[in-house]
């Protein structure tokens, strides 16, 4: 059987020996005229514009490879390109023509890099096997209507598209129907949905549970407590630490969004980063002796300036060495160094002596509400947002967050800028 590709290699074979023949024909005429004693300035230009006229006439013929010979470029048979397939070619979105068989008849780069080498003609089913694809594809088929359908791989690595099909309005009654299958991926919209849906049931359940005790004690306080004062004594006390907790987190929040807002404005204040360090041991010296820890700071006797939001980078270093002090309590030490070394980025480093991270929790802590121990940050006054605020400080300040930690040994944590 003779394919498309094959006659169409075939017509343009012929079309160009039968132009090689005319222009030799036209050739010998000249040369006759010339030897029959015809002036040359007459028979050159008739000669010249004849042999323009028959190349201008050349076929110019799009062709796009032929499935059968698409790994050998060199043999490629040419098969007409569907008109739009020029267009859709400059998408950056998978796409697929089809015809009204479902097969499919060319792809784009982006599809060929998303889905694989299509076979040229082969029917869709032979790379996606979902029974909801091709249904919607068959009912498109069948009355013209464009549908959609959520689809997800697993592999090569975990993909949410949005798959649309549509027919292609014919240019003429002529040309078959073609459908388009497009390939939107919504991976990155269902992960940050899925962080923003799992933000809000935290953020609820970290507030629930105090508003649970606020609420437990007030009932008791108005019934069973009601004369002992005593107990409402001791209650006043525990809620007061509940709302302080809930308030601390309710802070937190509202850092976190209004960072968020300026995420994409560079700060550029000039601070010296000393008196920042300075300023945060002299308001962690109440925590730090109830704790029993001593922070010692190291800092050079010039000024180290960076770019940057002074509230900010307090609030960066507040976080660090609080938590050095309260995570590495039985190290009794916590050390500051302020390094500005020449040709190397400054850096701000907060080291303890506690009993360090494991590993595997390390790439997590700057996740929203992750925790080590849940209860060991909520008895230390913990809300699970601080390295969260940090990291977005940092990102802002185009600066970097780097954890190192040893069990049993301590923790590193190093702001570089
Ligand atoms: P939290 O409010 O719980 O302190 P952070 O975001 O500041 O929240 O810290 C997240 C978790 O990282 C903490 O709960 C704790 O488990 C761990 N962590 C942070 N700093 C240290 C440290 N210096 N040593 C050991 N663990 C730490």
């Known amino acids: 059987m003779t394919s498309g590709a094959e006659q169409a290699r075939g017509g343009i074979v012929a079309s160009v020996k039968r132009e090689w023949l005319v222009l030799f024909l036209l050739t010998l005429v000249a040369l006759l005229a010339f030897a029959a004693g015809a002036v040359w300035y007459a028979v050159l230009p008739c000669w010249l514009v004849l042999v323009l006229a028959v190349v201008a006439r050349r076929p110019v013929v799009i062709v796009t490879p ?23 070619s400059a998408l950056d979105i998978p796409v697929l023509l089809l015809n009204e068989e479902a097969l ?12 694989g080498l299509l076979p040229i003609g082969s029917h869709l089913s032979a790379r996606l096997r979902s029974p909801g694809i091709l249904d919607m594809v068959n009912e498109t088929i069948a009355t ?21 099909v549509a027919r292609i309005e014919p240019a003429d009654v002529a040309t078959e129907d073609l459908f388009l299958l497009s390939f939107k991926d919504i991976s990155e919209l269902r992960r940050l949905d899925r962080m923003r849906s799992d933000f809000v049931a935290n953020a609820s359940h970290e507030l629930r549970t105090p508003l649970a005790s606020l609420r437990g004690f007030i009932e008791t306080m108005q019934g069973p407590a009601r004369s002992d004062d005593a107990a409402k004594e001791r209650f006043l006390g525990i809620m007061l630490d509940q709302s302080t907790r809930m308030s601390r987190l309710v802070d937190d929040l509202l850092s976190l969004s209004r960072l968020e807002l300026k995420s994409h404005i560079a700060p550029d204040q000039s601070v010296d980063l000393r008196p920042v360090i300075g300023h945060v041991r002299d308001a962690l010296l109440p925590l730090a002796e109830e704790l029993g820890v001593e922070i010692r700071l190291h800092l050079p006797d010039e000024k180290v300036e960076v770019l940057g939001d002074r509230d900010e980078l307090v609030e960066v270093v507040e976080n660090l060495i609080e938590n050095a002090c309260k995570y590495g309590q039985e190290g009794k030490f916590v050390d500051v160094y302020l390094r500005n070394e020449p040709s190397q ?23 929203r509400f992750y925790r080590v121990s849940v ?43």
């Open 375 to 417: 209860a060991d940050s909520r008895s230390k006054k913990g809300t699970g947002l601080g390295l969260a605020i940090v990291k977005h400080i940092l990102t802002r300040h185009r600066a970097r967050l780097i954890v190192k930690s040893e069990l049993g040994k301590g923790s590193e944590f190093t702001v570089r800028f």
């Open 66 to 88: 032929a499935p059968e010979d698409r790994e050998d470029e060199e043999d490629a048979s040419p098969d007409p390109l569907p008109p739009i397939a020029s267009t859709l």
């Open 345 to 367: 980025p400054i850096e701000v480093s907060v080291l303890d002596r506690g009993p360090g991270i494991p590993a595997e929790h390390v790439p997590r802590l700057t996740e």
């Open 144 to 164: 013209g209507e464009p549908n959609q359908i959520e689809y997800s791989e697993r592999l090569p690595s975990e993909r949410v598209y949005l798959l649309r």
């Open 104 to 115: 499919v008849l060319w792809e784009n780069k982006a599809a060929e890099k998303a889905l």
